[in-house]
T-cell receptor
Framework: ETGVTQTPRHLVMGMTNKKSLKCEQH?????MYWYKQSAKKPLELMFV???????ENNSVPSRFSPECPNSSHLFLHLHTLQPEDSALYLC????????????????FGPGTRLTVL | AQSVTQLGSHVSVSEGALVLLRCNYS??????LFWYVQYPNQGLQLLLK??????LVKGINGFEAEFKKSETSFHLTKPSAHMSDAAEYFC??????????FGQGTELSVKP
């Protein structure tokens, strides 16, 4: 596997289900991100992890719960979602330099298309 | 606060014609600017980025963009469109801390 992979690619779930999205990066990066891409809206940054520590939670509802067990893996645990949570969820990774401005490029996975019924 | 505006949610060109996708940004600090492309059912792929070096940036697939501070613009161009260029294009600005702010995207259609 190369780059950033995401599983599953498609997920349909009911509002009472619990499911998890998985992201794995094979680039040796130290930062990982979750984005939400809804139709006709800009990409929304949800969470940022640097060196496995969460450094940003962009006012995301608690029904979305991220987990970063190591620098290569990132999960998004889902429970009691709403139909408006249906979207494409993108994972990205980057190599952050220590200190100074960051020009790191984010590399994206193919996304998980989530449908909440 | 930083923001990005992409003018035109949809652009249509003929094969072989010039591609021009517009992006204007707002930033209180010297920005880093990016263009990404998204093909159907795929994630975003970096086309090019500006990080305060040369103002004319060349990217992959024949695309380039010019940073114009006076106009707060970073428009994406390609001299001759190809059918394979049909995709959605996103402009983004970074706050130098690595956080990307994306525009709403421009869908490019290429007619034969």
């Amino acid at each position: 596997e190369t780059g950033v992979t995401q599983t599953p690619r498609h997920l349909v779930m009911g509002m009472t289900n619990k499911k998890s999205l998985k992201c794995e990066q094979h680039l040796g990066h130290n930062a990982m991100y979750w984005y939400k891409q809804s139709a006709k809206k800009p990409l929304e940054l949800m969470f940022v992890y640097n060196f496995k520590e969460q450094t940003e939670n962009n006012s995301v509802p608690s029904r979305f719960s991220p987990e970063c067990p190591n620098s290569s893996h990132l999960f998004l645990h889902l429970h009691t979602l709403q139909p408006e949570d249906s979207a494409l969820y993108l994972c990205a990774s980057s190599q952050k330099s220590l200190g100074g401005p960051s020009t790191d490029t984010q590399y994206f996975g193919p996304g998980t298309r989530l449908t909440v019924l | 606060a930083q923001s990005v505006t992409q003018l035109g949610s949809h652009v249509s060109v003929s094969e072989g014609a010039l591609v021009l996708l517009r992006c204007n940004y707002s930033s209180s600090v010297p920005p880093y600017l990016f263009w990404y492309v998204q093909y159907p059912n795929q994630g975003l792929q970096l086309l090019l980025k500006y990080t305060s070096a040369a103002t004319l940036v060349k990217g992959i697939n024949g695309f380039e963009a010019e940073f114009k501070k006076s106009e707060t613009s970073f428009h994406l161009t390609k001299p001759s469109a190809h059918m394979s260029d049909a995709a959605e294009y996103f402009c983004a600005v970074s706050d130098q801390g690595g956080k990307l702010i994306f525009g709403q995207g421009t869908e490019l259609s290429v007619k034969p």
